[in-house]
């Protein structure tokens, strides 16, 4: 997607945003503040980006790239306005009525009277054609 006289890139993202760039066999990991840090665009340069939490509100956080071409001079910007969302399985998981979002027995399960894990009841008839 860079702009065909491009040489080189450089990245720019906000906080709730990590940032990696893997090129020549090495990955970096890209701060907020690194935007002056320009990476060549060789065949196989990877940008990867994601967000460890939920956002606030609707394209709360951001990335730019910007291109540049020999000796340096800009050429153009792409963005991409990101919207983390959070998703997580609360249940009753020692099902004493008390749906818990942190309990540890989320993560494992035990069948029986005196077992752990939610009772999951899952509805795959179609309602509606």
Same mark, same amino acid.
């Given at each position: 997607?860079?702009?065909?006289?491009?040489?080189?890139?450089? $990245? *720019?993202?906000?906080?709730? $945003?990590?940032?990696?760039?893997?090129?020549?066999?090495?990955? /970096?990991? $890209?701060?907020?503040?690194?935007?002056?840090?320009?990476?060549?665009?060789?065949?196989?340069?990877?940008?990867?980006?994601?967000?460890?939490?939920?956002?606030?509100?609707?394209?709360?956080? *951001?990335?730019?790239?910007?291109?540049?071409?020999?000796?340096?001079?800009? +050429?153009?910007?792409?963005?991409?306005?990101?919207?983390? +969302?959070?998703?997580?399985?609360?249940?009753?998981?020692?099902?004493?009525?008390?749906? /818990?979002?942190?309990?540890?027995? *989320?993560?494992?399960?035990?069948?029986?009277?005196?077992?752990?894990?939610? +009772?999951?009841? $899952?509805?795959?008839? *179609?309602?509606?054609?």
């Amino acid at each position: 997607a860079a702009p065909a006289r491009a040489v080189s890139f450089s $990245v *720019k993202h906000t906080e709730g $945003v990590s940032v990696e760039v893997a090129c020549r066999g090495r990955a /970096e990991v $890209v701060s907020p503040s690194s935007s002056g840090t320009r990476w060549p665009l060789d065949e196989g340069t990877v940008l990867r980006f994601s967000m460890n939490q939920a956002s606030t509100e609707v394209n709360d956080n *951001k990335v730019t790239v910007s291109f540049y071409g020999e000796g340096g001079q800009p +050429i153009n910007q792409a963005g991409v306005f990101l919207t983390g +969302i959070g998703i997580s399985l609360d249940v009753d998981t020692d099902r004493d009525g008390v749906v /818990e979002k942190n309990n540890p027995n *989320k993560a494992s399960w035990t069948w029986g009277p005196e077992g752990h894990g939610a +009772i999951l009841l $899952v509805s795959c008839d *179609k309602e509606r054609p």
